[in-house]
């Protein structure tokens, strides 16, 4: 009984600090943004407390920023998808035992390096006198990549596709290979197999990979800010707007509620779709 | 397939590539190269503000990877033992504090602490005897450091516990059966299995909130870091002492992420 007691305590006191963060900086301050996202703003561009559903009413006026991250997400997404999974397949399947961890590890390295440095790599490669300089040499003249969407779509693949290749990785490397045999004697064509065998037995890799990819796509400001030029931007351009220059602190707050809301659903529908999907980043990182 | 991968690398590691390259540029613009030399290193080296910014980049990320490291593993050997409600209560907020984006933490973050401030400040300004000038709490450090904490501390349990999970229990009974107190099992069996998890989780959150830039775009209020820096230095134009700075930062966190993996994997591979 006794040492039953002090085995809680402990439990309570080792938790303190990690409950307090999740307390202090994420439970409190999202009900915070709630309560400023139903105030209003003053004339001064500060907060004043208030009940009013005006804020929501006018994300309308945000409209192209909601278009443009509703359509750059998934399309983003599925892009690092089909360039990833084959990637992931072969490191998985394909590759020697010995070669697997250092391949393995020079994916995952670049999604752990700033994100802001390799972006910046592509307004270098995109602009006036990368890639274009060279198609000139050829005698292809005057093709613009920077601040096109393709500019934004290349950015979004090479930022995030470490994350879709590890959780893929994950799952097809647990892949009894087995039943890739059985699926050959009974003289199944490599197609079919991979149709009916290893693509369904890679879904809950597939499924947590375009997860995490669509959220953080959702959130995304550096990408579109540097390589969209200002035509292309995205929810997350609009909050930094309405935060830091525009200091409209409510209206952003009904932006900001209104992204989480949509990710929430993402990700319950993701939860319903795919069984056993508690792990997600969790093993998708490291 | 094999072509398709080395293209995939090639497609990851020509960008990193370019810039190291063009960091060592001789020429005065960015695009134009004209031969090697490490001037725009000298250059950004002695330059006040970049200076000053990698300090405090430093020091925020070097705070924030020990507090996530400490409060990480205590949560991860408490929430070892524990079933139900909490346990899933816990491992939702863990999972939440993971995925949800960073500029998404950085508002709220911003919002409520401009929020507390404005409560706090006058009741401190009240309390401060006549004529003293009374501290006011603005964002700086702090609010940083607090920030990037949520989510290192969460990736630090994730580790740390995916290490617990894979522990020998056997010695930890033996250890018991030995009458060694619980202290000392921490101590001696407990804590060698887990540090090399606890070393990789610190050196994750490191860079992690080394290269940080849009949660402390929000937060760090008047301070400067490295990441908002390079931030508006681009906005401004590109210059080779933008490359030179960005190769710093590169190999910096190469070395500290290549060191993490292995810490993280030469166990596992060894079984």
Redesign the interface.
Same mark, same amino acid.
Request: hydrophobic residues 65%; without cysteine.
């Given at each position: 009984m006794t040492d039953n007691k002090k085995?809680s305590w @402990?439990?309570?006191a080792? @938790?303190t600090?990690?409950s307090m963060?999740?307390l202090f900086?994420?439970? %409190?301050? %999202?009900i915070?943004?709630v309560i400023?996202s139903f105030g209003e703003r003053s004339a001064v561009g500060g907060?004043v407390a208030s009940f009013t559903f005006d804020q929501y009413a006018n994300l309308p006026a945000r409209l192209k920023a909601f278009t443009n991250t509703l359509t750059f997400a998934p399309i983003g997404t599925f892009l690092s998808l089909i360039?990833a999974y084959? *990637?992931a397949?072969? @490191?998985a399947v394909?590759v020697d035992r010995r070669w697997r961890?250092l391949l393995l590890?020079?994916?995952?390295?670049?999604f752990?390096?700033?994100? *802001?440095?390799?972006t910046?790599?592509?307004?270098?490669?995109l602009?006036?006198?990368?890639i274009p300089t060279l198609l000139e040499f050829i005698g292809l003249e005057g093709i613009r990549m920077i601040n096109t969407p393709f500019a934004v779509y290349v950015g979004i693949v090479?930022g995030y *596709?470490?994350l879709m290749v590890f959780p893929i990785y994950v799952s097809l490397e647990k892949l009894d290979k087995n039943l890739l045999e059985a699926s050959n004697d009974l003289g199944g064509t490599p197609w079919r197999t991979f149709m009916q065998v290893t693509l369904p037995l890679s879904m809950p890799g597939v499924a947590t990979g375009c997860m995490?990819v669509f959220? @953080?796509l %959702?959130?995304?400001?550096?990408i579109p800010a540097?390589l969209g030029g200002g035509k292309i931007f995205f929810l997350?351009n609009a909050?930094?707007d309405l935060?830091?220059q525009s200091r409209n602190?409510p209206f952003?707050?009904a932006l900001?509620v209104t992204?989480?809301i949509i990710?929430v659903v993402t990700?319950s529908l993701y939860m319903r779709l795919t069984l056993g999907g508690?792990n997600?980043?969790?093993?998708s990182l490291? | 397939? #094999?072509l398709?991968?080395i293209a995939?690398?090639l497609?990851?590691?020509i =960008?990193?590539g370019?810039?190291v390259l063009?960091s060592f540029n001789s020429g005065r613009h960015?695009?134009?190269f004209q031969g090697l030399s490490t001037m725009w290193y000298g250059k950004a080296l002695s330059n006040p503000f970049v200076m000053e910014s990698l300090v405090t980049s430093l020091i925020i990320a070097f705070a924030a990877a020990t507090l996530s490291s400490? &409060?990480?593993t205590?949560?991860a !050997?408490? !929430?070892q033992?524990?079933r139900g409600p909490m346990r899933v209560l816990?491992?939702g907020?863990i999972?939440?504090?993971?995925? $949800? =984006?960073? $500029?998404?933490?950085g508002? &709220? &973050?911003?919002?409520?602490?401009v929020?507390a401030f404005d409560i706090v400040n006058p009741i401190l300004a009240d309390m401060w005897p006549e004529g003293v000038k009374p501290p006011k709490l603005s964002l700086g450090y702090a609010s940083v450091i607090?920030?990037h &904490?949520?989510f290192t501390?969460s990736l630090v349990?994730?580790?740390v516990r995916?290490r617990i999970a894979g522990m020998d229990r056997a010695l930890i009974e033996a250890s018991t059966d030995l009458y060694a107190t619980p202290w000392r099992t921490f101590y001696q069996i407990t804590l060698p299995q887990i540090f090399p998890a606890i070393m990789?989780g610190f050196l994750?959150s490191f860079?992690?909130s080394f290269?940080d830039?849009?949660i402390s775009?929000?937060v760090a209020g008047p301070n400067t870091t490295l =990441?908002i820096y390079?931030?508006s230095s681009?906005r401004r134009g $590109?210059t080779p002492e933008?490359n030179a700075i960005?190769t710093i930062? !590169?190999a910096f966190? !190469?070395i500290l992420?290549?060191t993490a993996?292995?810490l993280? #994997?030469a166990r596992n591979?060894r079984k």
């Open positions: 085995g @402990l439990t309570v080792l @938790l600090p990690t963060w999740f900086m994420l439970v %409190m301050p %999202m915070v943004v400023f907060y360039i084959p *990637l397949y072969y @490191l394909k961890l590890v020079l994916v995952i390295v670049p752990w390096t700033s994100l *802001l440095i390799r910046y790599a592509w307004i270098f490669i602009g006036g006198r990368g090479y *596709l470490p995490l959220i @953080l %959702m959130g995304e400001f550096l540097f997350g909050l930094v935060f830091v602190w952003g707050s900001a992204l989480v990710m990700v508690k997600g980043r969790d093993q490291m | 397939m #094999r398709y991968s995939v690398y497609f990851l590691y =960008p990193i370019i810039i063009f960015a695009s134009d400490l &409060t990480g205590a949560a !050997l408490a !929430l033992r524990m816990f491992d907020l999972y939440i504090s993971i995925t $949800i =984006p960073g $500029i998404v933490i508002i &709220t &973050t911003l919002v409520a602490l929020t607090a920030a &904490t949520l501390m349990i994730v580790l995916a990789a994750l860079t992690f290269d830039f849009i775009f929000f =990441p390079v931030f681009i $590109i933008v960005g930062v !590169l966190s !190469l992420l290549v993996q292995f993280l #994997r591979e």
